[in-house]
């Protein structure tokens, strides 16, 4: 039976100590942790307003029970302020819908992650960086929030190098991987309005991704111009939607997405566009890699765009004709969103 109340345990010596204990024990990440003192602990489950035994998932491959508690006790160790707890607690929800295909996920030789992506008020509220610089360092809410999420996949998941995780070379968004769409400078809907949501609602998506690859494009004028290096960065073999399809990302800087927007492109348009010109050509397949992932020779090019609902299409970072595409873990899983419900 898992066990679902954690046990306290007292650690003599000073903050080195803690530190060499939760590095000799596989609690840690591999920086520095949080002491979870009770005090600690129980401030950040004041945060989520939810009974501490509640149990928001089981995550594989240990089929560890997720309560409150143990987000809480994770969630103090990645230094995260008790108001982001919703976050967690709703991704954590998010990342355990059978949609998701979490096991895989923790499994894969693949070097996927769960991205999260923050939409709604709360971004502003918690200080969550969409803007300049969001996949990188500096800002608290993403930073915690995302090394959170990864701890409680090492901890309470089981998801360690080489044991649990499989993935043959890992990736840095495995430490953190967490950003807010920059709604401000989106010409179009925000991606939680898109899903159904009202705008003055939060969310978060989680999407199972590899770390973003960048596409720069510093001479297109138009959204043909743009979109067209778009589609040539995303027709890629090494790609595990090149062979099983499914979703991706493409965030598009805000100044490559207001060029499209200007051109008269709705986001379907862009996604239309992209469906019929992000195409792999055969040529750059072996003969024995078309046969192993599709048993005949296809008649022509590889649609990296299979249905429009394959491809997620969000507005990120700050100035500068830069975006970025993220493939997935491919056609086994789907993104899954789920409201943040600010705690009591």
């Known amino acids: 039976m898992t066990q679902l109340v954690s046990q306290q345990m007292e650690v003599s010596g000073d ?12 609690w840690s990440d591999g920086l520095p942790i949080i002491p979870p003192t009770p005090e600690r602990v129980a401030a950040m489950l004041e945060g989520a307003g939810l009974p501490p035994d509640r149990v928001l998932g089981e995550i594989p491959p240990n089929w560890g029970a997720a309560t409150v508690e143990k987000l809480a006790i994770n969630a103090v160790m990645a230094g995260c302020l008790p108001e982001y707890m919703p976050v967690l607690t709703a991704a954590v929800e998010a990342i355990c819908d059978p949609a998701f ?7 894969t030789t693949h070097p996927c992650a769960p991205l999260m992506i923050i939409n709604g008020p709360i971004r502003e509220t918690l200080d969550l960086n969409g803007s300049s610089g969001a996949f990188g360092p500096c800002w608290r809410a993403n930073a915690t929030i995302g090394r959170a999420m990864r701890l409680v996949l090492l901890n309470v998941g089981g998801a360690h190098p080489g044991v649990g995780d499989m993935s043959t070379q890992g990736a840095p968004s495995k430490f953190s991987y967490c950003v ?3 709604q401000e400078e989106n010409p179009w809907q925000p991606l939680h309005v898109e899903r ?3 705008p003055e609602q939060s969310t978060v998506t989680v999407v199972a991704g590899e770390p973003p690859h960048n596409i720069n494009d510093h001479s ?10 778009v589609a040539g960065a995303m027709a890629v073999t090494g790609a595990n939607n090149a062979y099983t399809g499914g979703e991706t990302v493409l965030a598009l800087g805000p100044e490559h997405a207001a060029t ?6 709705s986001k379907a348009d862009t996604v239309e566009w992209l469906r019929q010109r992000a195409l792999i050509p055969l040529e750059r397949y072996t003969n024995d890699t078309l046969l192993e992932r599709y048993r005949e020779i296809p008649d022509g090019p ?5 249905d429009p609902e394959d491809l997620l299409v969000i507005v990120l970072g700050g100035p500068g004709k830069h975006s970025s595409w993220i493939p997935t873990f491919g056609g086994t899983t789907r993104s899954v969103t789920r409201e943040i419900v600010p705690g009591i």
Request: glycine letters at 8%.
């Open 260 to 265: 499209i927007a200007n051109d008269g492109f």
């Open 101 to 107: 295909n979490l096991y895989a996920i923790q499994a």
């Open 196 to 198: 159904g949501f009202r």
């Open 15 to 26: 903050l080195e100590a803690v530190q060499r204990l939760y590095l000799e024990r596989g």
């Open 302 to 306: 590889i649609p990296m765009v299979r």
């Open 180 to 182: 807010a769409e920059n």
């Open 220 to 229: 297109g004028r138009t959204a043909d111009d743009i979109l067209t290096i």
